[in-house]
């Protein structure tokens, strides 16, 4: 009994093979998505995105706020926190 998976054994044996591990030791499972095909038109249009200076405003505003929240570590981004090392308790 695989409480862990529904796969059969014929399956797990021809994927087995392809999983690769990390530099943290996760597996690295290979995939393939199906994506729907994005219509010309909407690829083509002369619709703008959002102005640069908008995106700009947000990013400063939101870097003042991780700034605040890492008040008091040596961390900077959620990045500098890295993987699997289980919670990380922040000052409130």
């Excluded at 597996?27 to 083509?44: A, G, K």
């Excluded at 619709?47 to 700034?67: I, P, T």
Aim: charged fraction near 25%.
């Amino acid at each position: 009994m695989r409480p862990w998976s529904s796969c059969r054994p014929l399956g797990i044996r021809f994927f087995r093979p392809k999983i690769s591990y990390g530099d943290d030791r996760l597996p690295i499972i290979p995939s393939q998505w199906d994506v729907p095909r994005v219509n010309y038109e909407n690829l083509s249009s002369q619709r703008l995105g959002e102005a640069s200076s908008a995106v700009r405003e947000r990013v400063a505003v939101d870097r003042h706020v991780q700034a605040k929240r890492f008040k008091g570590t040596r961390l900077r981004t959620n990045a500098d926190m890295g993987s699997g090392r289980g919670a990380v308790a922040l000052p409130a």
